[in-house]
Nanobody, 125 residues
């Protein structure tokens, strides 16, 4: 069974930092994790889900709204993807989702092969 489990969310003051983790597990990923593009998306209350960042083994892309503040990375030793979030703003408050797609990049969550359940990030002003 394939699963993506996010962690690291919480409540933080504006200007603070959080590091989200997404642990991928399951037979599908075993030995083939490098073939999957991983991505983070977020959805704020009353808003559409939006792309945050994606990473493959050869490239990373970050949304303009978080560029310079957020960074995505992945571990080669473990099937884990991270989202380092710095200089957080109240408008970053959302549920953050991890997703995976076999391929180069993932920028549309509808194209994901697998999705996590999400982790709440709340930034207070």
């Amino acid at each position: 069974q394939v699963s993506l489990v996010e962690s690291g969310g919480g409540l933080v003051q504006a200007g603070g930092s959080l590091r989200l983790s997404c642990a991928a597990s399951g037979h599908t990923f075993k030995g083939t994790f490098k073939d999957y593009a991983m991505a983070w998306f977020r959805q704020a209350p009353g808003k559409e889900r939006e792309f945050v960042a994606t990473i493959s083994w050869s490239a990373t892309f970050v949304a303009d709204s978080v560029k310079g503040r957020f960074a995505i990375s992945r571990s080669s030793a473990e099937t884990t993807v991270f989202l380092q979030m710095n200089s957080l703003k109240p408008e970053d408050t959302a549920v953050y989702y991890c997703a995976a797609k076999r391929g180069y990049i993932l920028m549309n969550m509808r194209e994901a092969d697998y999705r996590g359940q999400g982790t709440q990030v709340t930034v207070s002003s």
